[in-house]
């Protein structure tokens, strides 16, 4: 069992300690799209009062991943094609800008971060939840290295509900994991040669090749 409370003193900290177990469960699948969240059940297992928890979950409604009912219920942000859809208007115009600066900004301490975040093929077996942490902090390494706030900023905003749609996408199936991993590779290639363009051109293929998949394992499911 959980105990933030012997974590954490300050009621600020603990808001957050709550926002980031809460966050990570839902990015992560440990609470499902469309499932409840219930304060008291959640203070039941965290072993806090319903007061921060209640401030937790309006920060993560900003953050997108939850829906705040009318009727006063709360559920998990469940992803839909048309979402999705504009999900990756943004992320297609936005990730590849990220990758060209950090092609430029890059510092060699962020490289080798980034180089942590490469599968490799050591016939190790990794869970979804492993997968999906590695996967999510290449592409945040990018972004970060790109060296604009603005930019970081702007897509920071996005990166929850991403996680959610890319969870999907890699819970699907082996054929889609082992491609993202090739596409990695290529990203981090033409980063670390400091080819912008090439850097840019491999981060749009590989968003676009996300977005596809998504549509196709959409469709499966009508």
């Known amino acids: ?8 003193m300050k009621k600020e900290t603990l808001k957050k300690q709550v926002y980031e177990y809460l966050r990570e469960e839902i990015i992560t699948g440990g609470i499902a799209p469309g499932e409840r969240l219930v304060e008291e059940k959640i ?27 009318k009727g006063g219920g709360v559920t998990v942000f469940n992803p839909d094609m048309e979402n999705f859809q504009f999900l990756y208007e943004c992320r297609v115009e936005l990730e590849p800008a990220a990758a060209y600066y950090a092609a430029q900004r890059i ?8 180089r942590s975040k490469l599968f490799c093929n050591d016939g190790k077996s990794f869970e979804l939840k492993e997968i999906l942490e590695i996967n999510t902090k290449f592409h945040e390494g990018i972004v970060q290295a790109s060296g604009n706030p603005f930019l970081i900023k702007m897509i920071r905003e996005i990166r929850g509900i991403n996680s959610l749609y ?7 199936g082996v054929l889609r994991i082992e491609s993202a991993v090739q596409e990695h590779l290529e990203i981090f290639g033409a980063i670390i ?13 590989h968003i676009v090749s996300d977005y596809n998949y998504y549509i196709s394992i959409y469709r499966e499911r009508k």
């Not at 510092?107 to 980034?114: N, P, R």
């Open 1 to 8: 069992m959980i105990n933030l409370k012997q974590q954490v």
């Open 107 to 114: 510092t060699e301490e962020q490289i080798e971060e980034l």
């Open 166 to 172: 890319r969870m999907a996408i890699l819970r699907k």
């Open 43 to 69: 203070a039941k297992q965290i072993q806090v009062s319903r007061s921060p928890i209640r401030e937790a979950i309006r920060m993560l409604e900003k953050d997108g991943l939850v829906i705040v009912n």
């Open 193 to 205: 040669n400091g080819d912008g363009e090439k850097a840019r051109k491999y981060m749009k293929e």
